[in-house]
């Protein structure tokens, strides 16, 4: 009725962990020192989105093909004003299908409920080369195929080769020349077959297996007609012509 003075609050300044109602005193002082007060509720609102930064990053395929990661290795320093909650990634788990590029969103959650997102490009490598055993040596002779050649086909067999992720291709080679193991013709002697596996993502290995090809096959021969010849004169032999 005489006049206000001053107006004050019993709290001014607010921070993250205000955020929600809070209650504030309204005191109100008049020209004669006479004083009333009221409450307010004051709500603190948090609507600002974490700031969410990813990294690329490239993972190993292990010997089973299986390849996790964490969202923490994604992540590049995201914060908040307020303070995150949780760091989550959309893929933590790869296998063999995964060779290559792969897209994965990491979402950043703050205390009060606000989220943003960034993508990450994670790389599956597979470096694990396969595992290859080279059938048995071979020793085989020339009249195997009845022929008459100095050469023969061999049965080879096949080697045994596993991989962590698949067999992509199986080759045998004679001095760097890739061959048909079933049609090949194998010479007289010593030959070394080098039989090599890829897989998908070109690691190979390579063993090697020894052809060994005799030749236990007579000659054949024919011999010439046979000859009648009259002894020279005053002789009792002469020479015939074979």
């Known amino acids: 009725n005489c006049g206000i003075a001053s107006l004050a609050l019993d709290v001014t300044d607010f921070t993250c962990a ?3 109602d ?7 002082t008049d020209n004669n020192g006479n004083t009333d007060s009221c409450n307010a509720t004051v709500t603190v609102e948090d609507n600002i989105s974490p700031n ?12 089973a093909g299986n ?7 994604i992540d590049n320093g995201s914060n908040d004003n307020c303070g995150i909650a949780s760091i989550t ?6 296998n063999c299908s995964n060779v290559g590029d792969n897209t994965v ?33 071979v020793i085989a002779v020339t009249s195997d195929d009845g022929t008459g050649n100095c050469s023969t086909t061999v049965a080879l067999g096949l080697p045994t080769a596993t ?19 079933i049609t090949y013709e194998f010479n007289l002697g010593v030959t070394t077959v ?12 390579s063993c090697t297996q020894t052809v060994t090809v005799t030749d236990d096959e007579n000659p054949t021969i024919t011999c010439p007609a046979d000859v009648s010849v009259t002894a020279d004169t005053d002789s009792c032999e002469t020479l015939a012509a074979s």
Do not use: H, K, R, Y
């Not at 991989?163 to 193991?181: E, K």
């Open 18 to 20: 205000n955020v929600g």
């Open 22 to 28: 809070n209650t504030v005193e309204l005191t109100v």
């Open 52 to 63: 969410a930064i990813c990294q690329n990053i490239t993972v190993q395929l292990d010997a």
């Open 67 to 73: 390849a996790s990661i964490t969202a923490a290795q």
């Open 89 to 94: 990634a959309s893929q933590l788990s790869f």
């Open 105 to 137: 969103t990491l979402t950043v959650t703050d205390v009060n409920g606000n989220s943003s997102t960034c993508d990450a490009i994670v790389t599956v490598e597979n470096n694990i080369s396969p595992t290859i055993t080279c059938p048995a040596d």
């Open 163 to 181: 991989d962590n992720c698949s067999i992509n291709s199986v080759l045998a080679q004679v001095n760097g020349t890739t061959i048909d193991p």
């Open 194 to 205: 080098t039989w090599i596996v890829t897989d998908p993502s070109n690691n190979s290995a």
